[in-house]
């Protein structure tokens, strides 16, 4: 049935911060990996090494730049960089799901993830135009719409090591950006790191309620920016140069190369 | 919205042929025999062909029947069986009135319901849509029921109807173009809101994930020929709706009445080209496209 469960026992889902996810892809690297070669239809590349390669993605990290507005304190505030890695939701209020013509589309009651039973995909590509996010894409190869697992064949995979069952590209990223976990467990990990750091949701306005949330940059430092009043760094004295002027045999061999 | 050929031809051609069915499910015109037979051929060529072009864009045709079990949820699926139903119950109709010389109007009154939900549903499919501002509105099943009516009533030669019917479905698509032009703003998103990053400044695309374009740029985020929409909405118009109209109010003539239907079909033809190609989905922000 593509309706929709009322609830979930449980969400499972990630948390992307990004605060510090540094835009390497490695996750899109590593989920591309893991889910060409495991579950489902592999992610097929078109022309990988000709004029116009194309491929299929469950994952992938655009980059942005965000200028803050002028200030009478930040007259010349910097833009930001912020790197952003984007994949499915796994939204409870899945606008993908309801509308597949096949039923091949559904939402799990038992953890909340939202999977396509290739062998029921028509490859209509409707789940695609209604996913606000960029989430479905139609695999050119195998003409069946392909999208994040969430690596439902790691994160309950007995045969792997326990630090192994999570999905690909939490268990790859580097920088710690991606963390996975239970957001209806008000105790756990994501749903901790949500409430300290103001985990956000993308396009609150289309009302899909996405269980994964995105944390956001926390302010960077500003070089270029005088100083607020007040501020004691406590770390300057120590930083302070030791040495201005070399002696001894350095400081004749100073004097001597400035000569020549 | 990339304007796939197929979507565009089943969407045209079957309205017509559905709009077309549901004047003969009314009886107007009230025939019988060898002409009831053209004018059913001429449906069912319409309905059927438009059927049978919109399964060229699946990537799994020979799985198209496992779309009609979703009818709960799904307006696609609702459409194929809706689709299905009145093609069935006006064949049997139809067959009464070739080759019994019967009209059983209970029977063709149920067709011409079906057709209409036929129209109906497969509005609902671009309607329902919040990811595309420019479709989620009533007035867009309005406007494929109303063209739908119009076309049909052109082909059921049913010239009053098609007098009144002609100029409605013609405001109706002014009006959808008029609030489809700012539908995109008026939706509440945009990159702000697509990234979370709003509350630190103006957001900018920097760089897309990959150098090379994807499926969703392909299929969502279609930008060509958007500079020739004005031009192209002239046209829309004045085929579609302006010259059937002109040469239904001068003296009948079967020729007339062809160049009719025909410009009638290109006009809404072009009007289904722009349906998709002006329709900008929520999806671009995140590459710095509308």
């Known amino acids: 049935m593509t309706t929709l469960p009322a609830s979930t026992t449980r969400k499972l889902g990630l948390v992307i911060d990004l605060d510090t996810c540094v835009g390497c892809h490695a996750c899109v690297v590593s989920c591309k990996g893991w889910n060409t070669e495991n579950y489902g239809a592999p992610l097929s590349d078109q022309q990988p090494y000709g004029a116009a390669p194309s491929g299929t993605f469950l994952n992938r990290v655009h980059s942005y730049e965000v200028q803050p507005l002028a200030s009478s304190a930040m007259p010349h505030p910097a833009a930001q960089l912020v790197h952003f890695p984007k994949s499915c939701l796994h939204c409870e209020d899945a606008p993908c799901v309801t509308v597949c013509p096949t039923g091949a589309s559904y939402k799990r009651v038992e953890d909340g993830i939202v999977l396509v039973n290739e062998s029921n995909c028509i490859g209509c590509g409707l789940c695609a135009w209604a996913c606000p996010y960029g989430a479905r894409e139609m695999d050119a190869a195998e003409g069946v719409m392909k999208k994040c697992t969430l690596c439902v064949d790691r994160i309950y995979n007995e045969n792997l090591p326990e630090v192994d069952r999570v999905p690909a590209c939490v268990r790859t990223c580097p920088a710690g950006a991606r963390h996975f976990g239970d957001f209806a467990d008000p105790e756990s990990n994501v749903s901790k790191l949500t409430a300290e750091r103001g985990g956000l949701d993308l396009m609150p306005e289309q009302s899909t309620k996405p269980v994964n949330k995105y944390l956001p940059p926390r302010p960077k430092d500003r070089l270029d920016q005088p100083k607020p009043v007040g501020e004691i760094d406590i770390l300057a004295p120590f930083l302070a140069p030791v040495i201005e002027e070399p002696k001894g045999f350095l400081g004749w061999l100073d004097k001597t190369l400035e000569k020549l | ?290």
């Open chain 2, 1 to 290: 919205m990339h304007p796939a050929p197929s979507v565009i031809v089943f969407t045209t051609l079957s309205g017509l042929g559905f709009g077309l069915l549901f004047w003969l499910g009314l009886g107007l015109p009230a025939v019988t025999g060898w002409v009831a037979f053209a004018f059913f051929a001429i449906a069912y060529a319409l309905a059927v062909g438009g059927l049978m072009a919109s399964t060229f864009h699946l990537g799994h045709p020979e799985r198209a029947w496992k779309a009609f079990s979703q009818w709960r949820s799904s307006w696609l699926s609702r459409e194929g069986v809706c689709a299905v139903a009145a093609l069935v119950v006006m064949g049997i109709y139809g067959a009464g009135l070739v080759f019994l010389d019967e009209r059983m109007a209970l029977l063709g009154w149920c067709g011409a319901a079906l057709a209409l939900g036929t129209v109906f549903t497969t509005s609902m499919i671009y309607a329902q849509l919040k990811t595309v501002p420019r479709w989620r509105t009533p007035l867009t099943p309005a406007l494929l029921i109303a063209i739908s009516l119009a076309g049909g009533a052109l082909l059921a030669g049913q010239v009053s109807a098609a007098l009144i019917l002609i100029p409605i479905a013609g405001v109706l698509q002014i009006l959808w173009w008029v609030r489809g032009d700012g539908a995109f703003a008026a939706s509440g998103t945009d990159m702000a809101t697509a990234t979370g990053l709003g509350h630190i400044g103006t957001v900018r695309a920097f760089e897309p994930p990959h150098t090379g374009p994807n499926y969703l740029l392909r299929e969502l985020v279609f930008q060509v020929g958007r500079k020739h929409a004005l031009k192209l909405r002239g046209i829309a118009f004045g085929l579609g709706y302006a010259v059937p109209v002109l040469l239904l109010l001068v003296p009948f003539s079967h020729a007339l009445a062809l160049v009719a239907v025909l410009a009638h079909v290109a006009g809404v033809a072009a009007s289904r080209w722009l349906f998709f190609a002006e329709a900008e989905h929520v999806v671009g922000l995140y590459y710095g496209k509308r």
